[in-house]
Nanobody
């Protein structure tokens, strides 16, 4: 069983910065892709950014140049540095981690979500 612990959300003014973290723990053999998704009220969950085990990254057009995804493999942790925040970035942010457990079963798990609110 894999547990994901998210942190770093909160209230920030437009133009400000926040950094989200998501640490995976439990029966982990290896982690493949890690990513961040978000869901605003009344909207579907959407991809924000992903990063592979080889550190290749992919971003939604709406966050390119403002957000940076990174990972620390030694800590099984993925980060999302969010700069130049806009009100439209307001959403619940979820981390997603895919990999294999020590029993060699694949997993594709979600964090509990962390609220990010951008408002003056």
């Amino acid at each position: 069983q894999v547990q994901l612990m998210e942190s770093g959300g909160g209230l920030e003014q437009p133009g400000g910065s926040l950094r989200l973290s998501c640490a995976a723990s439990g029966s982990i053999f290896s982690i493949d892709a890690m990513g961040w998704y978000r869901q605003a009220p009344g909207k579907q969950r959407e991809l924000v950014a992903t990063i592979t085990s080889g550190s290749s990254t992919n971003y939604a057009d709406s966050v390119k140049g403002r957000f940076t995804i990174s990972r620390d493999n030694a800590k099984n942790t993925v980060y999302l540095q969010m700069n130049s925040l806009k009100p439209e970035d307001t959403a619940v942010y979820y981390c997603n981690v895919q990999g294999r457990s020590r029993l060699w079963a694949t997993f594709n798990d979600w964090g509990q979500g962390t609220q990010v609110t951008v408002s003056s």
